[in-house]
């Protein structure tokens, strides 16, 4: 079973193209695009796949990027499935073009996908210009999941912008003159108490869940009192195993009133959930929160507050209460790495394959798939605080190795050190959730560490490997191996 698994890890290496693509999707200029993929044959309880992509205009008419696909219409809430993006743009006139392309991936959930969850999709997209950044998207493609009953020729209607962003690739201090921002980053918690909540799978109603992510808020420079925000969560304990969501909207924030250190806010959300026992029937989610944001030291403040969120095409409602730890960019006491006068970060962008090897408590007892080594595909960034110490957030969706559906989200800290002028090792340990694909998380929460060894190519682009490890309080406590490139980028924000 290891020797096919590594088999497994070979074929997934063809996502390699997509790594290198990905990580130099960094730049000031980036299309944003959202858009529906109607599967033209009933094959599975999925009518409709929503997806979000971020590509970059390398030259030459060539796009890369980075997309998440959720399950959006039917009944499989909780199918997520995260990958790359490459196409090459053909201008027609100056405001028609056609893009020839397609999408590689993985992941899975919602009983949908058993085996390795792999999504391809070749696809050939008419593409209209139709105000200033904006373009209306009608394309034809062929989805397929591996693993999967899906195997279809679908239809693409989307919509996408082109949004200056005030970053740079590379750790430099060449100011961009304007651009979208990122304000904040957090870590947060949620409690959710289901309101009569029918299971999905099962008699009963839901209990009390508790869930672990992160959030990113963006704002532009012309507005004081909006951002937006875009948070990413899971199942860490309690119900809910294998829930995972994400949600994305308009935040407003008040004046600031008690010596300048206190600020209410309100924000509406939309997105797709599902997974576990949670009814979130096709997976569309929407809620709306309201609390207060209070600053501590350095840029770092605490947000909490309470939310109401619910599934309009599935049986969950709940009401919440959160707390975030967030790091402000945009608060004057916040740290500073440019040397020009204005804020600027530093960070890095990284993406490849990790893979996981399989022992005895691995799977669920019974599994059918006890052996099989999952290989998933890792997209994650660091938040450096000075030279050494970094913050780090990752997502993880499978690919391969018979574990559809499994997926990881995690946060945490690190320290690099240098070994010469290309080489450095680097520590990290971390905390988070994980479910799915029969691995034996019970209940979703794992906590780890890993170790890399880095090398830089250039001043842009540096190639890694690493070995790790994680447990969980369930059986799984798999040792991983990791391949990645890594992009570094820096952000600058309001002065």
Known sequence: MRTGAIRAAM???LLALGVTAAGTAMAEDLDVRVGVDYLLRRQSTVTAFQYSTVTKDIGDGFHIGQSVYSA???DAGGLFIGGFDAFKRFQITDTTSIDVGGFVG?????????????????????????????????????T???????DTPSLTFAVSRRIGTALDIGHSNARPAAGVVIASVSGMGRYYYPMSSSRRNGAGVMNPMYLVGAEFTFRDLSMDHWEFFFSAMGAGYGDGSGYAEWLAGPRYYTNPFLGGRVRGFADVGAGFAGGGDVDTGGGLMVAASAGVDVSLFRGLHVETGVMGIGAP??????????????????????????VDGGPAHHWRFSTGLSYQFSHPGFRAPGHKFTGSDPVLVETGADLFFGDRFYVNGGGYTVV?????????GTVGIGLEFPLGDRVSVAGEVFGG????????????LIY???????????DSFTLSGGVGKWYSLGGAQPVTLHGAVKIPFTTFHAD
Do not use: C
Not at 144 to 150: K, L
Not at 402 to 407: I, K, L, R
Not at 433 to 444: D, F, K, L, W, Y
Not at 448 to 458: F, P, Q, R, T
């Open 11 to 13: 074929r997934a290496g």
């Open 72 to 74: 959006a219409w039917g």
């Open 106 to 142: 993985g992941g899975g959930g919602a009983i949908v996908v058993v085996g390795d969850g792999l999504m391809t999709k070749p696809q050939v997209t008419i593409n209209q210009a139709f105000a200033s950044g904006f373009m209306a998207h009608l394309g034809v493609g062929w």
């Open 144 to 150: 397929r999941v591996t693993g999967s009953p899906i």
């Open 313 to 338: 095409t599935g049986d969950f409602r709940a009401a919440s209460a959160f707390v975030r730890g967030a790091f402000r960019f945009d608060d004057p006491a916040s740290n500073v790495t440019g």
């Open 400 to 408: 391969d190795g018979n574990s559809g559906g499994f997926a990881m």
């Open 433 to 444: 959730a994980a479910a799915g694909g029969g691995i034996n998380t019970s209940g979703g």
């Open 448 to 458: 780890g560490a890993k170790a890399e060894l880095d090398y830089k190519v250039s």
